[in-house]
């Protein structure tokens, strides 16, 4: 299947919002340059003082499928980078260099499937993993991986995730899973790698599972009946989110592990009063020392939290 998932339903930005001082209108439009279709993330440059939103933002006024941009925003307003041909699911600064990636496979042009480059005014591919998606980015320890469906990169062997090493993509272990694997995040929790996503590793549930150095272990009980989609490290216990519920899973949208069980922190983010909210739309980040949690939802353990 070509680009498996990347139409995947995003998070429920439709438009990029800005908070305004004046207190009795807390939000404002941002004036994104272009129609922005979805938002799959934002990023914070802070050597370059800049912040990016990438997803699917159309800037000629079509579907956003072929002429889609990376938004930029400084000091100066905001700006565009790049015509990628379809959505761009996550981004990092890394050694100086802007690196994206996603289900596309050109950008300005230039074949750069699924993982681009960009250094010195110049796009670029950034890695050879054939026509599957990253869906997730992120730099742990000073070190750069990536996850997606991907089971080859640049050569090796891979089941869904990989580290840059030099120039070029290694494997991080195998992921013993007969089936297709989506993977959507990874995180470092107590010195090991964890990831999650839909696996199922034959007599586990999967779901979510650990690196030990060698071999991926699921995590725990895993998680029963569906996968996750984010994790966070908060106050020393990692916290996964997704469309698992409550009782085969010990939580309901979101739940923590301590090191050594799983633990609840109520019902979760959910569509209605007590049912999921639709899965692969949620997101989790810390910012001033909270745990904040964005996606498709209306209620968190009955609250009303629209979004």
């Not at 079509?62 to 959505?87: K, P, V």
């Not at 600064?93 to 960009?118: K, M, Q, R």
């Not at 839909?198 to 071999?215: K, S």
């Amino acid at each position: 299947m070509k680009f498996v998932a990347n139409r995947i339903t995003a998070l429920a930005y439709t438009a990029l919002l800005a908070f305004a001082a004046n207190a009795q209108e807390l939000w404002e439009s941002a004036q994104a340059p272009g129609n922005v279709f979805v938002v799959k993330q934002f990023y914070t440059d802070t050597a370059n003082d800049a912040m990016y939103a990438v997803g699917e933002v159309n800037v000629s006024g079509g579907n956003g499928g072929g002429n889609n941009s990376i938004m930029r925003y400084t000091s100066a307003g905001w700006d565009t980078l790049g015509h990628f041909d379809n959505m761009i699911f996550s981004i990092v600064t890394w050694h100086d260099t802007l690196i994206v990636g996603g289900g596309f496979e050109f950008v300005n042009g230039i074949p750069a499937i699924s993982l681009a480059a960009y250094a010195n005014g110049q796009w670029m591919p950034y890695g050879d993993i054939g026509y599957t998606s990253v869906f997730k980015l992120r730099i742990l320890d000073n070190e750069l991986y990536m996850v997606g469906s991907f089971e080859i990169a640049d050569g090796h062997v891979s089941t869904g995730v990989a580290k840059r090493v030099g120039s070029e993509w290694v494997n991080v272990g195998i992921i013993n899973d007969p089936y297709d694997k989506l993977l959507f995040d990874i995180a470092k929790y107590n010195g090991e790698l964890i990831v999650t996503g839909i696996m199922a590793v034959p007599g586990e549930n999967g779901g979510i599972m650990r690196y030990d150095g060698t071999n991926w272990h699921q995590l725990g009980s895993g998680l029963v009946g569906a996968g996750g989609q984010c994790l966070s490290v908060y106050k020393g216990e990692l916290y996964v989110g997704g469309s698992f519920l409550i009782p085969q899973n010990i939580g309901q949208g979101i739940m923590r592990w301590n090191g050594s069980e799983w633990r609840n922190t109520g019902v979760g983010p959910t569509d209605q009063r007590q049912l999921p909210m639709e899965f692969n739309r949620l997101d989790m980040f810390i910012h001033n020392d909270l745990l904040w949690v964005a996606g498709y939802f209306r209620y968190a353990s009955g609250v009303p939290a629209h979004f």
